[in-house]
């Protein structure tokens, strides 16, 4: 009698929990608009999620630890005049998020630790290149201040958001709307998928498509007959890839190997309530004495539900072949040393003490001076025009110097003001 053979992993007996009813996020108005992001982006921090609002564009930045009820007139982030199609937390810095919205604009925005009293309004910088709406955003995996945003118009532009400047643009690569869009693990590729029904991996920094059309996949597997749009999340420490339709109530996850078939179905984690869109905690979010490998934050019609991922085992030990070292906070690179050529791999952390988020990063951005490209020098003048250019440069310098001096003062009023708030806060805190 023939024995059948059981694949042998680690990962066979994962199961996905939802998280009790206190610890999920209730009365937040998710947003209604019709587009196929996410909605929902998480960090260590904080969990943000796009809401509706009206006349603009609006998201919601709650601290992991807030959960319950939330207020119907806590702070949001507002400042874009059309919906917000799509949000997401930089990898390098958990307070800077990017937004990208119908308005054809990207903001990206400087979150504070506490709990501001009233709505952010004003972004770090407005990055504005698109002809039509934005709709997908992905930070560099590995350089510091480098942000992708594709739009309506068939273009992806790739910025330095620490000067504001443009670093590439690819605006020839792709005839049709653009899906997807994502980088590999160092940053050296994209991959992309389009309206005209292709894959293609790009190197962005030769404008160049390397591969395309794609003659046979390695695995093909049938999901179901609905025709709502899948989120696919991957985790390359465990090689699972979790596949979360919109619309639908299940997350399905699968296996990855090297060896085929390539693709092995490990379970089906299902709820009643349809999914509006799904946010994932990057790895050193998540609770390692639990033996937790992944966390999901399902956004339904009015709430926000953490749905947990876990190993089973019996001992409480940190289990080092669930946990191998994954990306931490640290940039690799430079966006210069990036766009001259240089790749490098994340920079690794290890999980067995936990993470802990670092302090309060302020993100600085350094627009280039155009006083600093001088006219060139011309025929020698007479002594009258050069009297006239000697007083124009005292009296810009004079100019500079009392914007210096205001600057410096308006940077002291707002440190007067974060302080005072930080006071009201407290204070409303201890009246609860």
């Known amino acids: 009698m023939s024995r059948r053979v059981v694949r042998q992993s680690k990962f066979r007996h994962v199961f996905g929990q939802a998280a009790k009813a206190d610890q999920a996020y209730e ?30 564009g609006s998201f919601i930045v709650l601290p992991l630890a807030k959960t319950g009820r939330v207020d119907k007139n806590y702070p949001l982030v507002t400042g874009h005049t059309a919906p917000v199609l799509d949000i997401d937390w930089c990898p390098h810095n958990d307070n800077v998020i990017a937004s990208a919205s119908d308005d054809t604009t990207i903001m990206v925005w400087q979150i504070p630790d506490y709990t501001p009293v009233r709505n952010i309004t004003e972004p770090i910088i407005t990055l504005e290149g698109h002809s039509k709406r934005v709709g997908i955003l992905s930070w560099h995996p590995t350089a510091r201040n480098v942000l992708l945003s594709a739009g309506g118009d068939n273009m992806i532009i ?14 020839d690569m792709h005839p049709d709307v653009i899906h997807s869009v994502c980088w590999n693990s160092n940053g050296s590729l994209l991959a ?41 999340f991957y985790d390359p420490d465990s090689s699972i890839v979790y596949l979360c ?6 997350i399905r996850y699968f296996e990855i190997t090297d060896e085929p078939p390539f693709v092995h179905y490990l379970n089906t984690f299902s709820s009643k309530e349809p999914q509006r869109g799904m946010g994932f905690m990057p790895k050193r979010g998540l609770d390692v004495s639990k033996c937790e490998i992944a966390r999901f934050y399902k956004l339904h019609e009015r709430k926000c539900e953490p749905i947990i991922m876990t190993v089973p085992r019996k001992s409480d030990l940190f289990q080092d072949d669930l946990y191998p ?5 640290e940039p690799a690179l430079e966006a210069d040393e990036w766009l ?90 201890g009246t609860d």
């Not at 910025?159 to 590439?168: H, K, P, R």
């Not at 070292?325 to 906070?329: H, S």
Request: net charge negative; aromatic share 4%; with cysteine.
């Open 192 to 232: 992309t998928t389009c309206k005209d029904k292709t894959l293609r991996i790009i190197d962005p920094r030769k404008s160049q498509v390397v591969a395309n059309n794609f003659e046979e996949p390695v695995a093909l597997q049938e999901m179901d007959t609905s025709n709502g749009v899948l989120l696919p």
């Open 27 to 56: 009365d937040i108005r998710v947003s209604k608009v019709t587009w196929d992001s996410s909605f929902c982006a998480v960090n260590p921090k904080f969990l943000a999620i796009i809401v509706e609002a009206g006349g603009g």
């Open 158 to 171: 790739i910025w330095n958001v620490g000067t504001g400047e443009v670093l590439l643009s690819l605006d």
């Open 325 to 329: 070292d994954t990306p931490g906070p």
């Open 340 to 429: 001259s050529g240089q790749d490098a791999e994340p920079v690794l952390i290890s999980l067995r003490d936990g993470y802990v988020p670092p302090k309060h990063r302020e993100l600085r951005v350094t627009k280039r001076n155009i006083l600093d490209a001088r006219p060139p020098s011309g025929p020698r003048r007479s002594q009258s025009a050069s009297d006239a250019s000697l007083s124009q440069q005292h009296t810009l310098e004079t100019l500079l110097e009392e914007i210096k001096a205001l600057r410096e003062r308006v940077q002291a009023q707002e440190q007067r003001i974060t302080a005072l708030e930080n006071m009201l806060c407290e204070l409303v805190d």
């Open 245 to 250: 339709g919109k619309g639908d109530s299940s």
